[in-house]
T-cell receptor
């Protein structure tokens, strides 16, 4: 099935460093979402973006909806140990299907204390 | 309040067997979704229910997969003649009634059922 192109696949950083990950698609989306998934749990929504060009922050997290509506990035500033996990981007399109989400392959974040 | 719950949390079965996976959505949520997450991948859409009916089943991989939601609440995903390739985490999500515009309504995910087919 269709998946978004998410990079990098994995990141190994030191505590306190900033993190950046991005997602691209060949299709336009009306909504971009960023999720975090911990082991044995389902994805939890971090940030939702609804307008092209929108820049939204949630604490140390900042995400942007690309102006072409085909890409998005997520930044995490001053990483802490609890940021460890897998981050997924997801897109929703009114055109492509009622309510299904299309996900990226994920970025696995590991933090060295 | 209670979130989405899924049972069992783990299921090990043999190739060729039949399995049922259960999802209890958040109370009052009319929309329910099933996704499949293979190892190292993001979730992939399987089916979406609005109330009792399947509004979109375009993600079901083949006719061995079937899902029901007879009373508009609990849903069961059924897999017949399981194959080793069916091994994955099956995630369920629910959301409040989506707007008629089709705009996104936040989906809340359960912890998933890890299915292993030997």
């Amino acid at each position: 099935g269709q998946q978004l192109n998410q990079s990098p696949q994995s990141m190994f950083i030191q505590e306190g460093e900033d993190v950046s990950m991005n997602c691209t698609s060949s299709s336009i989306f009306n909504t971009w979402l960023w999720y975090k998934q911990d082991p044995g749990e389902g994805p939890v929504l971090l940030i939702a973006l609804y307008k092209a060009g929108e820049l939204t922050s949630n604490g140390r997290l900042t995400a942007q909806f690309g102006i072409t509506r085909k890409d998005s990035f997520l930044n995490i500033s001053a990483s802490i140990p609890s940021d460890v996990g897998i981050y997924f981007c997801a897109g929703h399109s009114i055109i492509q299907g009622a309510q299904k989400l299309v996900f990226g392959q994920g970025t696995r974040l590991t933090i060295n204390p | 309040g209670a979130g989405v719950s899924q049972t069992p949390s783990n299921k090990v079965t043999e190739k060729g067997k039949y399995v049922e996976l259960r999802c209890d959505p958040i109370s009052g949520h009319t929309a329910l979704y099933w996704y499949r997450q293979s190892l190292g991948q993001g979730p992939e859409f399987l089916i979406y229910f609005q109330g009792t009916g399947a509004a979109d089943d375009s993600g079901l991989p083949n006719d061995r997969f079937f899902a029901v939601r007879p009373e508009g609440s609990v849903s069961t995903l059924k897999i017949q003649r399981t194959e080793r390739g069916d091994s994955a985490v099956y995630l369920c999500a629910s959301s409040a009634h989506p707007p008629t515009s089709g705009a996104y309504n936040e989906q809340f995910f359960g912890p998933g059922t890890r299915l292993t087919v030997l």
